[in-house]
């Protein structure tokens, strides 16, 4: 796929995602979106602010998908590091930079703009269903320690799922040192080279002469010299 080509077939996944419900289990889409090579620019220039906050007010359930294939897609690349879904993995980050701004536009519910879908998108944890709540609240007084215990240990089985928003930062962290996707790989030598080259060392060693001049500093040579002394040559250890 030549570089307009895949700009084009990126351009009609973003209109497609604006305009028209995408199912979440539709795998040749999302699969498509992200294997298409789209460079940083391309991104940012495709997915308008416009085309973003349409998404986010208009399509939320397309936009919920985005974000967590994306999320999916780099907490899978940092678990199995093959470089060959690198260029994939660079494409869900992106992505979540382009996006991510016009969603947490409307996601602090201390704000004037206070969306409790996408708190809930980006922090909720699906601990509680809606039927489920509105049931407690329908039957607040007949709540018993039998409907107790159940939500006890739901809230216990839930405990392990970390929200969206925790687990990008958690990849995010873990890609900044993924070795040969953002710094270099060194691999420490083998025990074996080592050897060889001690042994190498120590062959060199006993073919070296057997009598050697031991070293002196200038100024004991030239103390030597002037007491009349001649320098001693001493015979080293002999080698069978």
Same mark, same amino acid.
């Not at 994306?70 to 899978?76: D, I, L, N, S």
């Given at each position: 796929?030549?570089?307009?080509?895949?700009?084009?077939?990126?351009?009609?996944?973003?209109?497609?995602?604006?305009?028209?419900?995408?199912?979440?289990?539709?795998?040749?889409?999302?699969?498509?979106?992200?294997?298409?090579? !789209?460079?940083?620019?391309?991104?940012?220039?495709?997915? /308008?602010?416009?085309?973003?906050?349409?998404?986010?007010?208009?399509?939320?359930?397309?936009?919920?998908? #985005?974000?967590?294939?994306? /999320?999916?897609?780099?907490?899978?690349?940092?678990?199995?590091?093959?470089?060959?879904?690198?260029?994939?993995?660079?494409?869900?980050?992106?992505?979540? /930079?382009?996006? #991510?701004?016009?969603?947490?536009?409307?996601?602090?519910?201390?704000?004037?703009?206070?969306?409790?879908?996408?708190?809930?998108?980006?922090?909720?944890?699906?601990?509680?269903?809606?039927?489920?709540?509105?049931?407690?609240?329908?039957?607040?007084?007949?709540?018993?320690?039998?409907?107790?215990?159940?939500?006890?240990?739901?809230?216990?089985?839930?405990?392990?799922?970390?929200? #969206?928003?925790?687990?990008?930062?958690?990849?995010?962290?873990?890609?900044?040192?993924?070795?040969?996707?953002?710094?270099?790989?060194?691999?420490?030598?083998?025990? /074996? !080279?080592?050897?060889?080259?001690?042994?190498?060392?120590?062959? !060199?060693?006993?073919?070296?002469?057997?009598?050697?001049?031991?070293?002196?500093?200038?100024?004991?040579?030239?103390?030597?010299?002037?007491?009349?002394?001649?320098?001693?040559?001493?015979?080293?250890?002999?080698?069978?």
């Amino acid at each position: 796929m030549g570089a307009s080509a895949s700009r084009e077939k990126f351009r009609e996944s973003v209109n497609a995602l604006v305009e028209i419900d995408v199912s979440p289990d539709d795998a040749d889409f999302w699969d498509e979106l992200w294997k298409i090579p !789209s460079s940083a620019e391309e991104v940012f220039e495709l997915i /308008t602010p416009e085309a973003a906050r349409q998404l986010r007010d208009e399509r939320f359930d397309n936009l919920a998908t #985005l974000f967590t294939q994306a /999320t999916a897609q780099v907490c899978q690349i940092v678990e199995t590091p093959y470089n060959i879904y690198f260029d994939q993995a660079l494409n869900c980050v992106r992505v979540l /930079t382009r996006i #991510l701004p016009f969603l947490l536009e409307k996601g602090d519910l201390s704000g004037e703009m206070e969306d409790e879908l996408v708190e809930q998108l980006c922090w909720g944890t699906g601990r509680f269903d809606e039927d489920e709540e509105e049931n407690e609240d329908e039957d607040e007084d007949e709540v018993g320690d039998e409907n107790k215990s159940k939500k006890l240990n739901k809230t216990d089985e839930d405990d392990e799922n970390e929200p #969206l928003a925790l687990l990008v930062v958690h990849a995010a962290m873990h890609m900044l040192f993924l070795p040969q996707f953002t710094c270099d790989f060194f691999e420490e030598p083998t025990q /074996t !080279s080592n050897s060889s080259n001690d042994k190498s060392k120590g062959k !060199s060693k006993s073919k070296s002469s057997t009598t050697f001049v031991p070293e002196e500093e200038p100024t004991d040579k030239e103390m030597r010299i002037e007491a009349g002394l001649s320098l001693r040559v001493v015979d080293g250890p002999s080698v069978s």
